[in-house]
């Protein structure tokens, strides 16, 4: 019986292999995609997910590549806390104009916050810096606070003058700030220990804030 021929050994080292065309990128695509790729598991996984690694193999880029880019996986971090930072900011002072310009609610702003905190991750990332030491990353948001601050005292005409707003708006903020961060690092454990729903934090904030914000008679005030 004959046999039948063999075909020629095809030469090379991947024979059985076409090669995979590269996905050309530009720095400024690949570093917008990395960033969007960290976020992804900052929201999922936590901050120790972020790694060039992780990153790397969810966008099928090198890690080389990466390390160009970001120079190391501290880099990397680093470049995603200023980003989410500016974002936040802008949130905030978005609100805050809307707010004075008469185009919201309290319970909008409230909202607004809580938001931030928790769907854009603000929450995790500020819980990171504290943790890491990366809280100097957070001045751009203190700085729009400020400014917000100044502008209401500047243009007061409450009885007690400029320290009374400054008090209660600095109160009010603290207040909101901490109950949003609060309620986004625990609070969904906690809810269910309680049994409670999940806008329950946030429609306290809009039912107390008002009373925060309220003048103070005199000899009152907030600690």
Partial sequence: MTQPKKAPRPTGKNPAKSP??????????????????????????GPDAITLQAVAGDLGMSHTNLIH???????????????????????IESAVMR????????????DIVFDAFDRGGAGRLAAWMALTGE????APIGEVVRDYIDSVERATDDEGGAAAIHERVTSATLFVTV????????????????GRERETVRKLMGTLLPAVLAPQPKGGGHS
């Fill in 20 to 45: 995979v065309p590269r996905v050309r990128r530009t720095p400024e695509e690949a570093r917008t995609l990395a960033l969007t790729s960290a976020r992804r598991l900052l929201l999922a996984e």
């Fill in 69 to 91: 880019h970001f120079g190391s996986a501290s880099g990397l971090q680093s470049e995603l806390m200023r980003q989410m930072v500016s974002e936040l900011t802008t949130t």
């Fill in 99 to 110: 707010l004075r310009a008469g185009k919201a609610e309290l319970k909008d702003f409230v």
């Fill in 135 to 138: 809280s100097m990353h957070l």
């Fill in 179 to 194: 109950a949003a961060l609060g309620d986004a690092i625990i609070g969904n454990e906690l809810r269910k220990m309680v």
